[in-house]
């Protein structure tokens, strides 16, 4: 079993729908979370942390469910320029230079 | 300020040649890191250091070999290329802390013939 599984997609939306990403780990003592975007033929980028409270930025939630072991991204309002791959990524307790990615999940905005 | 580039960008190679892969960050960032990315693995660590003359051994080292003689650079060497080595290269730095967001590089795709 992958340390990091995500749904590969791709998930194909209109402009202005709301999409969720969720994200399981297998190891329990994973203790940092985060979201990454990456654009095609591009390098990763941090979207946003996750923590355990959830947390927004602008149309962007992130929330961890440590119980059920899963993270999820709400993007609400989408724009074409949400197309991307976004990258689940865990940080492992006592590891902790050692991101760990899901392999990701396609998302195409519609026009 | 360039941040972090990464050398050559696009390479061929054949199976057998040594293969250097450059990679610089002008941040003074102590960590480095050097990541591969393949369809259906996702990015997988295969060399870190955390500071000068400190490297250590990620998921996926065999074949592979780092060095970091100054902070800014750290080059990763495949000391015989082989077609599964066939892959894009991320290096990545990060200042400190483990929740210090890790910068990376635009990528280097190499391809091994």
């Known amino acids: 079993r992958k340390e990091v599984e995500q749904d590969p997609g791709p998930f194909n939306v209109p402009e202005g729908a709301t999409v969720a990403f969720n994200c399981t780990y297998s190891?329990?003592?994973?203790?940092?979370f985060f979201w990454y975007r990456q654009d095609c033929r591009k390098e990763p980028k941090l979207l946003m942390s996750?923590?355990?409270s959830g947390n927004e930025d602008g149309r962007f939630t992130a929330q961890l469910n440590r119980a059920s072991q899963y993270i999820s991204l709400l993007i609400r309002d989408s724009k074409l320029s949400d197309s991307a791959t976004y990258l689940c990524?865990?940080?492992?307790?006592?590891?902790?230079?050692?991101?760990?990615f899901g392999t990701g999940t396609l998302l195409a905005v519609q026009p | 300020d360039a941040g972090i580039t990464q050398s050559p960008r696009y390479k061929i190679t054949e199976t057998g040649r040594q293969v250097t892969l450059m990679c610089h960050q002008t941040w003074s960032h102590s960590y480095m890191f050097w990541y591969r990315q393949d369809l259906g693995h996702g990015l997988r660590l295969i060399y870190y250091s955390a500071a000068a003359d400190i490297t250590d051994k990620g998921e996926v080292p065999d074949g592979y070999v780092v060095s970091r003689s100054k902070t800014e650079n750290f080059p990763l060497t495949l000391e015989s290329a082989t077609r599964s080595q066939t892959s894009v290269y991320f290096c990545a730095s990060k200042q400190g802390g483990f929740t210090d967001t890790q910068y990376f590089g635009p990528g280097t795709r190499l391809t091994v013939l």
């Open positions: 990524v865990v940080i492992q307790q006592g590891a902790t230079n050692k991101l760990i």
């Open positions: 996750v923590y355990s």
């Open positions: 190891n329990s003592a994973s203790q940092s």
